[in-house]
């Protein structure tokens, strides 16, 4: 048995999705690794999810080290957040399980569904 933060985790997989877990995660840190974005932004490219719930996750994924939270001494208060290393390293993993998606899934989709 693992622990983080107060959490028992069964193994390193359980611990390592537990990072990424949820439907907003992987979306956040997709759009990141296309570069640095403004919260702004993210919640514009990420459309269906409310402020309360960015703000959460964002904070969830700093905290766990996947992303970095760059605040500029200006007015008004300009943040913007970036992927960390870590965050860079479990990227391609990522990128992996969504080609996997494609491959099995995608015959799946209704037609005006598929982008």
């Not at 193994?11 to 992987?26: H, N, P, T, V």
């Not at 409310?50 to 996947?66: A, C």
């Not at 960390?84 to 799946?108: C, D, R, T, Y």
Request: glycine share 6%; aromatic share 8%; net charge positive.
């Amino acid at each position: 048995m693992l622990k983080y933060k107060g959490k028992k985790f069964v193994c390193f997989m359980d611990l390592g999705m537990e990072l990424i877990r949820g439907k907003w995660k992987a979306v956040i840190l997709c759009h990141l690794n296309r570069g640095p974005k403004r919260f702004l932004e993210l919640q514009r490219i990420t459309s269906g999810v409310s402020q309360k719930v960015l703000t959460q996750k964002l904070n969830e994924l700093e905290s766990d080290g996947l992303i970095l939270k760059k605040r500029f001494p200006e007015v008004p208060p300009r943040v913007e957040y970036k992927l960390s290393s870590l965050g860079k390293e479990i990227f391609p993993s990522l990128k992996m399980l969504e080609q996997w998606a494609v491959k099995n899934f995608n015959h799946l989709l209704d037609s005006d569904e598929k982008d």
